[in-house]
């Protein structure tokens, strides 16, 4: 028994605890090799890059004791790992966000928003919000610029990113890793404006005539197959996109301009387009509401009677509808319908009334 203590004590003599060191130096431990002894062959140089033993005000004077100390810092080590790659799991597939500086982050060749989508009501009121907010609670997506390193690509949220880029304040952004295509972030932001459903016909139909002259999809139909829509919808949307200019500068914002405006116009263009033209010239600058600048295009009489429609429920006139030449629509009420009819009741003819008016004009 003595023998073999004495034996251990030979051997660990040179063991020693090295002084803790600041994490950021990745210590690096060595083991000095102990003694040679005769007839015994000298063990290889151990190196480790575990942190040292931390051992209480009374360090083990022995080697065994020394290595004991060792070994339960390294199953406190290999805990906290084990506690870390928990933590993580619960980060496992998800997209990091951050605050970005919204000059490093520039508009998709694919952006849809047309400047006059910036001067509008709604915008005004969701810019006070951010404002109010201190930030975009939504997050924007962008994707890294591979050739300009710290720079982003806008895939959605463009309004967003405007309305903290006029307010000077960083954008919250959600920052793609994955490798994102042009097909896949022109899908992405197709979807997400129809989710939204606050980009118009002629923003949409911009869009997609871009990306079809940019050879980003080959055919209409297989634009339409990659976003999701049916081809005649695909069809009405780029009708509106290829209206002439001199057209569109005829209502007051390209963004009044809708599918059932196109159809018509395309229709009269291809019947006589020199005629449509030329009406144009007059009633650039008008200021008209749509419908009138359609009538004015298409060469009705632009001095018609105003229309009156009558608005029924159950069988009985309880108002009128009047749409003047201009577009105008006025509701009339007959006395007493508001307090006589419910309200499931009035709402759905003041509806049937306002549909027909539309498909007329």
Not at 299 to 312: H, N
Request: hydrophobic share 40%; with cysteine; charged share 25%.
């Amino acid at each position: 028994m003595a023998s073999t203590r004495k034996r251990l004590e030979a051997l660990t003599a040179g063991l020693s605890i090295p002084e803790p060191v600041p994490a950021a130096a990745a210590p690096v431990a060595h083991i000095p090799a102990p003694p040679v002894l005769p007839g015994v062959a000298a063990p290889p140089v151990v190196e480790t890059r575990f942190p040292p033993a931390q051992t209480g005000t009374i360090a083990p004077r022995t080697g065994p004791g020394q290595m004991l100390a060792f070994r339960g810092q390294m199953q406190a080590v290999e805990g906290e790992l084990a506690a870390m790659r928990e933590r993580l799991l619960q980060y496992d597939g998800s997209t990091p966000t951050r605050k970005l500086d919204p000059t490093m982050i520039r508009a998709s060749r694919w952006a849809n928003r047309h400047p006059t989508s910036f001067e509008t009501s709604e915008f005004a009121a969701l810019k006070a919000d951010i404002e109010q907010a201190g930030g975009n609670v939504q997050p924007i997506l962008v994707r890294a610029l591979a050739d300009e390193p710290g720079r982003y690509e806008l895939v959605f949220g463009h309004r967003r990113h405007r309305a903290c880029l006029d307010l000077g304040i960083p954008v919250l952004a959600a920052i793609w890793l994955d490798e994102l295509g042009d097909i896949e972030l022109f899908t992405a932001m197709d979807r997400e404006n129809r989710e939204r459903s606050d980009l118009s016909a002629y923003e949409q139909g911009v869009m997609y005539q871009r990306a079809l002259d940019e050879q980003l999809f080959p055919t209409q139909r297989q634009l339409a197959e990659k976003v999701g829509r049916s081809h005649t919808w695909v069809r009405k949307a780029l009708m509106v996109a290829q209206l002439p200019s001199a057209v569109i500068e005829c209502f007051r914002s390209p963004l009044e301009v809708q599918h059932r405006h196109a159809e018509q116009l395309n229709a009269a263009l291809d019947k006589d387009r020199r005629s449509v033209l030329k009406r144009a010239e007059k009633v650039r600058g008008l200021k008209l509401a749509p419908a009138a600048v359609v009538a004015r295009l298409l060469g009705l009489d632009a001095g018609a009677k105003p229309e009156k429609l009558a608005i029924e429920s159950e069988g009985k006139t309880v108002g009128s509808c009047l749409r003047a030449p201009d577009g105008t629509i006025k509701l009339t009420l007959l006395p007493g319908t508001v307090s006589e009819l419910a309200p499931e009741a009035l709402l759905k003819s003041m509806s049937e009334i306002l549909q027909k008016v539309r498909l007329l004009g």
